[in-house]
Every structure is written in C-alpha cells, then in structure tokens.
C-alpha cells in the first residue's frame, strides 16, 4: 500500500517486530476489553515481557536501545491495529520512560558510568525492565489548558529541608489502574516565579486517590479515569522546574509535541485496521453471483480509503522523520533551539494531527459504508474501531477548536508564547 511505513533503524526494527507478534492476540482480546471497561492486565505483561515496555532502556541495561522517535511512531501504530486503548496507554509510559533514559544517558556522559547518581538512574531503568515501573502520565485538568495546570505544590512548612504539598486534580489519566507510577505536570511559585513543573509519584502515595470513573464512548480499555491530590506530600528534590507557569518554552513546545505526535501513530493505527477490515470483508461479499469487488460504486469507496491512508501515512512518516532530525540537529551539544524552531516542530506535528485525526475519521467511516449493518453491530471490530477513532482530535496540544488559530498565528510569523 502507498506510503506503508517502515523501521528506519535497526533497533527500531526489533521493537516493531516484538510490538507485531502482539497485533493478533491483543485484536483478539480487545472486544473483551472494550465492553468490560477495563485495561487489559495480559496486553501489559505481554508487553513487558517482549520489552516493548522497556523499548528506550540502553541494550546494556536491558532494553531494545530504541532511539528513532520515527520507530516509536510505528510501534504505536502497529499495536493499535490490535487494540488502540492498549497503544495510547503504553504511549504515556513511553513518553515517561524515554525521559529517564535521557537522564540517565546525561549523568553517564556528564559524570561517569560509576557515579551513585548514574547508578541510581540505572537502577531505576532496570525497574521499567522488570516491569515493576509502569508509569501514566498527565497534564490535563478540567476547565484550564495543560499550559496553566491548577494542581499546585506549596511548601510544606518553613524549614530549608520541608517538602512540598500537592493538591489538586488530573482527568484522562490512561493506563492509571494498573500504573505503579503517575508523572504529572504542576504549578510551582516561589521567590523566583510562577513555574510549571513535574513530578514522578508512586501510585500508592498517600493523598492520591484514582477516582475509578472511566466510563466512554470510545477507548473504554484505556483507563482513562480522574485522580485526586489531596495534600500529598512529597520531598523537596522530587519536583522540577520546566519553565514558566502559562508560557509556552523552547522546552515545553519540543517535549508536547515529541510525546503526542506518536500518539497520533495510534490513530494511523486504527484506520489501517478498518481498511484492512473491509478489503477483507468485501472479499467475501457478493449479490446476485456479483462480486463486491466488480460494482463501481464499491471500488469508488476503496479508492477513497486508500487515497486517504496514503496521505495520512506519508504526512506522519514526513512529520516523524523530520521530528529524529530535529532533535539530531538541536542535541544538547549542537546548536540551541530557538522558540521559532520549536514553534515549528509544534506546527509540524499540527499538520500530522489534523491529517490522520480527520483522515482516520473518514476511513473508518468509509470501511463501516463498505460493510453496512454487519459493521455496525456492537459485536463487530469495526464498531468499536468507530468509536476509539473519535477520539483523536480531542487530544491536546490541540484540540479541535483550538488547533487552526495556532496554525494560522504561526504561519504569520507571530510565535505565541500561550
Ligand atoms: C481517550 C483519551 C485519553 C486521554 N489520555 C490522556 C492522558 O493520558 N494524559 C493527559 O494528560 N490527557 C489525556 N487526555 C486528554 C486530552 O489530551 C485532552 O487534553 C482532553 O481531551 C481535553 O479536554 P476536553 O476533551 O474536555 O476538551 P477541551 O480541549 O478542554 O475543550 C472542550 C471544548 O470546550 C470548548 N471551549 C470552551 N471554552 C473554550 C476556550 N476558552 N478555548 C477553547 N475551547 C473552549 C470548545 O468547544 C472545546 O472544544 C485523553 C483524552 C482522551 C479522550
């Protein structure tokens, strides 16, 4: 098919094959999944088991060494053939996982293999090997954007070494049920300003309570319930800063538009399943000793599906090609980015959000014209591929309302900084 996507990398190759000999079995549980409302607990220790889990962890510590974002984009999208509420959850692990590998790269390179912190690092990477770290990540909260979080961390008392309180509440956290760990963003003010910052909490932390109220039209298996932060505590070292509070950073555009645009993998992912789904369908269809595949008004319908699959797919191929270049090219010890440059990877990823998430939309709706009433029975893969589709251009950054005022302001050069 036009425009198919391949791995780029030799380590990219092992992880996509592992993530494929998963498709089948996950396709085969996701209906189960779906109408019980759950994450499926098999699909993650199956892919802990095969390392995908663990793709970005270094070969000497584990793991696949993955490092093409380009791979991690196909990775995604092959495991949502199977089952997308799977691939959109490991996709928030991965994003989480990739920056502790990133971490533990820039001690080895800064201070030494030997070094504690090194070590320490290391040890935590070993975590996401066994498993025993799987890890939801969120920065969505009801009536505000992710660049103005309300859950915020105020020091817990006024002694130097007091830790912070956190308060607050995330909604969409996917994969939390069965999470060990939840990273999230937060306001942070002190002396030197209003800042946006991270945390990493284990999942039993006091104060933290999942709200088990994940109930959607579609991605049902993703465990995408709410969390309440009720005064947890936590140390003084554990929050980090990453920019201003409200403000879009070089550093924040570069890491929301590197975690979603796999993401965006995901809905490539589902519409390729739903084409698939109907060629197979008509293969075996005919009226009156007609073939399907011999009316007109048939191989219109498939044109268009397979006309819009290309596009989608080389726009996220070219997008995620273009995204491994920029981050050779803006490596820490190469040139700096400016806000232009990451303003325009963010418009990069945009132009891939808007063409697989509509592109996917109208695929998946064509595959259901193809098989009529028999695709639109519950039981039916092709039902619930219609319903997970849906989801795409809510996520952020940005949603569907929002997403041609930031196109149309950075393609007139005017850069905004929220
Ligand atoms: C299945 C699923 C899984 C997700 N998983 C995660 C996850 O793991 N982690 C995470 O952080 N997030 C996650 N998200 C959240 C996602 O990225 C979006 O942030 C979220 O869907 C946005 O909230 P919303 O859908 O309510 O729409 P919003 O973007 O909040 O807005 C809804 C509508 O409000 C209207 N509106 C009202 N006032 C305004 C205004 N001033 N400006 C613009 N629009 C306005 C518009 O019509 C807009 O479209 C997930 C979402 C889904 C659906």
Request: glycine share 8%; hydrophobic share 45%.
């Amino acid at each position: 098919m036009s425009f198919a996507l391949s791995p780029q990398t030799v380590r990219g190759e092992a992880v996509v094959a592992a993530a494929s000999s998963l498709v089948e079995t996950f396709a085969q549980r996701a209906q189960a999944a779906d109408a019980a409302n759950q994450v499926s607990r098999e699909n993650f220790d199956e892919l802990i088991e095969r390392r995908v889990t663990s793709a970005f962890v270094p070969v000497e510590l584990g793991g696949f060494g993955l490092e093409s974002i380009h791979d991690w984009i196909l990775t995604i999208a092959t495991l949502a053939r199977g089952d997308a509420s799977t691939a959109i959850a490991l996709n928030m692990h991965l994003v989480v996982s990739r920056g502790m590998v990133q971490a533990y790269t820039d001690a080895k390179a800064r201070l030494g293999a030997d070094h504690p912190t090194t070590d320490g690092l290391a040890q935590l990477l070993g975590r996401l090997v066994t498993g025993e770290m799987l890890i939801c990540a969120t920065a969505t909260e009801p009536g505000t954007d992710n660049l103005h979080p309300f859950t915020e961390a105020v020091r817990d008392g006024d002694h130097a070494d007091s830790g912070w309180r956190i308060n607050g509440r995330k909604i969409f956290v996917t994969l939390s049920p069965i999470a060990t760990h939840l990273a999230m963003n937060l306001r942070l003010r002190d002396a030197d300003g209003d800042h946006l910052a991270s945390v990493l909490l284990p999942m039993n932390t006091p104060g933290m309570t999942p709200q088990d109220d994940w109930d959607a039209l579609g991605m049902r298996s993703s465990g995408s319930q709410s969390v309440l932060f009720e005064d947890v505590r936590v140390p003084l070292p554990d929050l980090h800063k990453l920019g201003p509070w409200g403000r879009w950073s070089v550093g924040n555009l570069q890491s929301r538009a590197l975690a979603n645009l796999p993401l965006v993998g995901a809905f490539l992912g589902i519409a390729e399943a739903a084409h698939d789904t109907a060629l197979a369908h008509l293969a075996t269809q005919s009226r009156l000793g007609q073939p399907a595949s011999e009316n007109s008004g048939v191989r219109h319908v498939v044109a268009e599906m397979a006309l819009e699959l290309g596009q989608c797919r080389a726009v996220l191929g070219a997008a995620a090609l273009q995204m491994d270049d920029y981050f050779a090219r803006h490596a820490p010890a190469e040139s700096v980015a400016t806000m232009e440059d990451a303003h325009r990877l963010m418009l990069d990823y945009q132009v891939a959000k808007w063409t697989v998430n509509r592109g996917a939309i109208e695929i998946v709706s064509k595959a259901m014209d193809l098989l009529g009433g028999s695709g639109y029975t519950n039981s039916h893969v092709l039902a619930r591929l219609y319903r997970d589709v849906r989801a795409g251009p809510f996520m952020q950054p940005f949603g569907a309302t929002e997403l041609r005022e930031y196109v149309g302001k950075v393609t007139l050069g005017m850069w905004p900084d929220q």
